[in-house]
């Protein structure tokens, strides 16, 4: 972590992972199918089972060593989310680690007790906060009523143990994420700890108790400051996502912003969790070292504890048609960046082949067209990368493109050549040569996905939650060895337009001459 | 409709008692199931099947290259490293720059059989990728390609190493990316802080923390880079990790044809590394505006991984910061909820000493209650709260419990076994390390916190909005500005 400040490449992947990488995994990366044998041998090992209260496993056989990997993703993101809960999702997916009824207290049923008298006591510092004349006197005693209800509270908690269980146990990786579709939930267990398991993941969703609550959201707004508001693309990405949408929830940054964060309560984040955490909206996969006939009885005794409840309901909005072209410049003392975005549709759309054909023949490599122009000849930025599924998958999305300007380069030089290119999609078709090589490497890119057990747990619920079959995984290849020429002019001409584009973008200004910037979110946000 | 009046409410009331009920009878068939279930204490873990670590067949051929092979046929796929002994820490000192961009270039310029274009369009059309970096201490030269290509992509990579092109056109490219590095090093407040505490703790000048300036790379030439490649790069300071879907036999046969005519090179004379042994006790501010958040590191030199203590200050990393229920992490996010991240070790490196660090990053207003947080609980585990014998069996447990995952995987056995053949590590390493880590005692880990563990010498770097706290960090030692413009010359 210390040395890869060194290298620019590094600070713009860490940078870009907070943004776009796992969307990329999850979504784009989908750039990445098998031919049908390939499918018929994954299938061997493949067992899917669904609970009678709707909860999904799929369990792959991968004894490559004694350990195994698990996915849960959870059918519910940032774009579940109103204005005054913004946040919220992110915020539970950290409560989830704080224990239930028998993991993280010394009494609970004291500790009940307290937690409700604690909720009771922000209730009515938060109805005084946040009315239209405070009184500062009032509002000072409710502030230290709260404090005292939160000190008792946490004098039952035993911090941390469902972590400490995890990590007496031999766990890795635990840890968690939360975007504008999915929350997910995941880590690796030594093969013999699957009981363990089953126990802690069942636990967690039967039960929580949201001990802890408020100290927590300290911590998420700590979080918030360090991914967007003191890291210059941070707050250039928040501006593009909520630039981008007017009415749909994809607008609403996943981190949440500022002020509710500072106002979200237990009541809220309890009501979000009953009304998601149903186990119809959960897909779990596990990969490794497992057999399928052991593993579905324990999944049945623990994971059937958790009743069914309604399905939530469907979300309405839909993004207006973009009329005209949107374009924020943030001044900010740091160096140059440009972001542009067209809206698109959503990644279960057979079109999603055509965009994944366009980032490669754009973007990917040294043999892109926009690498060699921009980064090899021209000298003008050195990187640019396309992506789409931002800031979700499941509702349409955008399909944009980030360039990093070269030094003494402006922003408007590289956005009239990436126009340019842009235009000659439009007008010419790509050559054979060009379509080939996009089919191999998608090709060759499912099999180095499958190299992993939490790599491919993680695909494996992705996909079974966005398309319900896991197999679509590997059907994508059909969809992109599909992929014409025509296609590709199609699409771009049909929405790679300056009308349907948000074009977001940091103009140096040097230190002093701009007021501090504000905050920005992120479509990732982990644990 | 008067006399509905009274039925109506008491229909509200059977509904809400009915809902009552069925709010119990769902509740009841799911508790005789919960008693079911069993509670971690009460799991029985079946035994796990003994580990077994993957062992890499070595052949060392007579130029000196030492070969490792690891068959992996899981997936049809090949990877090769090679590691080659040499270092950004080599370079002179008006030539920052040189050893990173040679390590770019090295790949990216192409090679004498086949020019910078057509070796990235024989690469890319075949889903099969070749890099190259030099870091630090050691360079890397890394290939992947799906089984079927791999006898003719392994050629191009023998090619990248030996006869390497260097076309002009490319330095520039890469140039111009360095450059974009250095104009934007102070974009990122963690990349400031990370540096600095670098240069603080080695010394403005040490190839361990000095920064290449514009004027550093203008100096650099084509002759150079070609020069550094033929200082560094031959078979006898070379070793080539393979691993994937291949016969061994085969694949030494090919690597004896493609490298096995390479010609030892003359003895290196590595110039002598240099980084200041003196601690530097202090505060040191770098003032940056644009950030709602400070961030905080602190520390002094680390260790060698050949010091005997390495496997008990495992154990104290373990319980200072290695997982959400060290202290660090309990202290400074769970309890007062001050941080996102935070982490502290004593730090290893393989053959000079690592950083000893501590981090976090806070909003502005918690700074100074951040630093003493850090502070103390360093102080607290060479005096008032040493570990205790439960914090150390939990920390030797959580470690040893998850060992399996250090050899999970053949690619990282085998990285491991490259990085300790390079250094001059015993290769039974890996194997030794649970019966090592075993061995610690509480007394051990009190030990070492004491001596390995000097917060009174910590320099401690502080970036963020400095007139926000400047004054109160008087508190923690005298406080020094940091100068972190960049230099736009020599």
Known sequence: MIRSHRALAASLASALCLAVAVTLCLAATVAAPLAAQDLASFEQKTTIHTLDNGWTFIIVERPVAPVFSFATIVNVGSAQEVPGITGIAHMFEHMAFKGTPSIGTSDYPAEKEALDKLEAAYQAYQKERLAPHPDSETLEALHKTFEERQQEADGYVVHSEFDRLLEQQGAVGVNAFTGADITAYLYSLPANKLELFAYLESERFLHPVFREFYKERAVVQEERR???????????????????????????????YMSDLQSITITDAKKFFDTYYTPSNLTTAIVGDVQAETVIPILEKYFSRIPRRPDPSPLRTVEPTQTAERTVLIEDPSQPFYIEGYHKPAVTDPDQAVYDAIDDLLTNGRTSRLYRRLVRDEQLAVQVQSFSGYPGDKYPNLWAILAVPAPGVTNDQVATVIHEELEQLRTEDVTDAELEKFKTRARADLIRGLDSNQGMAIQLADYQRLFGDWRELFRTIQHIDMVTKEDIRRVATETLLASNRTVVQIVNTPAGATDAPAAAPTAETSR | ???????????????????????????????????????????????????????????????????????????????????????????????????????????????????????????????????????????????????????????????????????????????TGARASIARRNDDPQGIVFREIQQVVFGEDSPYARESTFGTLAAITRDDLVAWHQTYYHPDRVILGLVGDFDSEQALALIRETFGDWPRGAAVETPEVWFDQEPKPGVYVADKADVTQTNIAMGHLGIRRDNPDYYALRVLNELFSGSMVSRLFSEVRTKRGLAYGVFGKVGADWDHPGLTLVWTSTKVDSTIEAVRVLLDEAKALRGERPPTAHEVTEAKNAILASFVFDVDSRDEVLDEQLVLESFGYPLDRVAKFRERIDAVTVEDVQRVAREHLRPDQFAIVVVGPAEAFEKDLEAFGEVQQLDISISSGV
């Open chain 1, 226 to 256: 360090l991914r967007l508001e003191s890291n210059p693309i941070g707050r250039l990405i928040e501006q593009f996502q909520t630039s981008a949408y007017m009415a749909h929830p994809y607008g609403i940054p996943t981190v949440g």
């Open chain 2, 1 to 175: 409709m008067t006399q509905r009046t009274e039925p109506t409410v008491r229909s509200t009331v059977a509904l809400i008692l009915l809902a009552l009920l069925v709010a119990v009878a769902c509740a009841l068939p799911a508790t005789p199931a919960w008693a079911q279930v069993k509670t971690p204490d009460q799991i029985e873990y079946p035994p796990l099947p003994p580990i077994e670590i993957p062992t890499p067949r070595r052949v060392v051929l007579d130029n000196g290259m030492v070969v490792m092979l690891l068959e992996d046929h899981e997936l049809p796929l090949v990877h090769a490293t090679a590691l080659v002994k040499t270092g950004e820490r080599y370079e002179p000192a008006d030539k920052i720059g040189l050893a990173a961009l040679t390590g770019t270039v090295l790949r990216t310029g192409g090679t004498q059989n086949l020019a910078a274009d057509a070796l990235d369009d024989f690469l890319e059309s075949r889903a099969a990728t070749i890099e190259s970096s030099i870091g630090e201490d050691r360079g890397h030269v890394a290939m992947s390609c799906l089984k079927q290509d791999f006898p003719e992509v392994l050629r191009v990579f023998a090619d990248v190493l030996r006869r390497p092109a260097f076309a002009a056109d490319r330095i520039e490219v890469a140039k």
